[in-house]
């Protein structure tokens, strides 16, 4: 079975607690939509995440967020292939996968797209506090060429995406911080990802991000909730 989640954040209790109460194995799979919390810190805190996590019986994959480190920047992954697609792995966390943006994966006959990363609205409040901030948080244009390629091999067609924000016409307005000056916010992913929707034939878009949970049209916000994957 294939499991989905929103943000986790170094959180992983609910993650915990479905796997006791479901009793899953390495051939179930958990998605976790983006800042997963395992790469956040780079000291001895994401070792002990990494050692807790890699103990329970299910395959966590993850999309990229934006409060944490590429894998891609982290010297210990390297790339294998995973479910018709390219992840990033490390040999001592072998059920911890975390996804390449632009790659398509065959999860359970659904051909799935992952687009990750955001703009972090807290970006001045963490340098201002010399918490961790990570300029590629945001895809960057090789990224979008490559999700674009892509997608025009298959003519515009896949049965699910999975990102980390939402096009912009999706954006869930009423839970926007109130301190937060929207006009200073770059959303340039998410109009981006409007023109990516508008063009491209699916069944189902799975996001998180916003510390919510909400369904309108085809797609779905996530956050605390655990849900079986469908598209």
Same mark, same amino acid.
Request: hydrophobic share 35%; with cysteine; glycine share 6%.
């Given at each position: ?147 674009? *390629? ?53 069944? *189902?878009w799975y996001a998180g991000h916003y510390h919510t949970e909400k369904k309108i049209d085809k797609l779905s916000i996530m956050f605390e909730?655990?849900s079986e994957f469908t598209a």
């Open positions: 079975m294939i499991y989905i989640t929103g943000d986790t954040h170094g959180q992983f209790q609910r993650i915990e607690q479905f796997c006791e109460k479901i009793k899953p194995n390495r051939n179930d799979t958990m998605i976790i939509l983006g800042d997963a919390g395992f790469n956040y810190y780079r000291n001895w805190r994401d070792e002990f995440a990494k050692k807790k996590m890699s103990q329970l019986p299910i395959t966590i994959f993850s999309i990229h967020g934006n409060h944490e480190v590429r894998p891609a920047a982290i010297p210990s992954y390297h790339i294998a292939e995973w479910n018709g697609g390219k992840v990033y792995i490390e040999d001592e966390y072998p059920n911890l996968l975390f996804a390449v943006d632009g790659e398509i994966y065959d999860l359970k006959g659904c051909q799935t797209l992952v687009i990750g990363g955001a703009y972090s609205v807290d970006k001045f409040y963490r340098l201002s506090r010399g918490w961790n901030w990570w300029e590629d948080e945001q895809p960057s244009p090789e990224i979008k060429a490559q999700v674009e *390629h892509r997608l025009a091999e298959r003519k515009w067609r896949v049965d699910a995406v999975l990102s980390h924000t939402v096009p912009l016409k999706y954006e869930p307005v009423e839970v926007f911080l109130p301190q937060i000056d929207q006009s200073q916010v770059d959303k340039s992913t998410e109009k981006w990802l409007d023109t990516i929707e508008e063009r491209l034939e699916y069944k *189902h909730s655990i």
